[in-house]
């Protein structure tokens, strides 16, 4: 990768160029347009459109979102035309590795890939840190077991150490149309729980 970051700044450069649409042929074929959306999807805030910047949050269907461009939708009654977003209860921070705000362009801690529609990616439950499932996979296969382990049966996280919530499956950016069906089902389920879990404590707390 050489101590000068140099192919890291190249992946940057190349991946900037295809954003912006600047190929060599000078006409973007259907093929190089379906690249550049999925890598603007997945470099750019749902809600605003511009760059990811820290910091970034996810909604239930594995949107990414500025966390200011949320509060000030939020803020905008008339603005509120996302079931997805109805209070900053509906996201959950998450933590994007080597975030280049100036373009938006992040990467798998582990593999150092750009996300970019290519690879799935998977949120921790427990710290929010992003990685590959391709990463994930591969730490597994390497833990020296002979018992092939799921992904849910991590009970740390490999970037920042912190503990998993193993219980719960692992949320997914951008996942497929049935696995958001699921998950933004599932989200709002735990929203509701939280809820139900603050008025229970509000009321206890009331009581003479």
């Known amino acids: ?12 450069n190349e991946q900037q160029r295809m954003r912006r649409g600047l190929f060599s042929s000078g006409v973007n074929s259907k093929e190089e347009q379906e690249i550049q959306a999925a890598s603007e999807r997945w470099q750019t ?7 990811l910047q820290n910091p970034v949050v996810m909604c239930g269907k594995g949107n990414l979102y500025n966390k200011t461009a949320v509060l000030e939708y939020l803020l905008d009654p ?9 209070s900053l209860r509906s ?11 100036t373009s938006g362009i992040w990467r798998c801690p582990i593999t150092l890939h750009v996300a970019n529609g ?3 990616f998977l949120v921790n439950r427990g710290c929010g840190c992003v990685l590959s499932l391709a990463a994930i996979e591969q730490l597994l296969s390497h833990t020296g077991s002979s018992e092939k382990r799921s992904i849910e049966s991590r009970d740390t ?5 912190r503990l998993l919530e193993t219980t719960l499956p692992s949320w997914e ?12 089902k599932s989200f709002q389920e735990l929203i509701q729980k939280s809820k139900s879990k603050k008025r229970k404590k509000v009321h206890s707390e009331t009581e003479p």
């Open 1 to 12: 990768m050489g101590g000068d970051g140099g192919t890291l700044n190249t992946s940057r």
């Open 45 to 51: 805030c749902a809600l605003s459109k511009s760059n």
């Open 78 to 86: 008339e603005t509120h035309s996302l079931p997805e977003i109805s």
């Open 91 to 101: 996201v959950i921070p998450v933590h994007l590795h080597d975030l280049d705000e």
């Open 118 to 120: 290519s690879r799935r």
């Open 157 to 161: 996280c490999e970037v920042c150490q």
């Open 173 to 184: 950016l951008f996942p497929e149309p049935e696995i958001q069906t699921q998950q933004f």
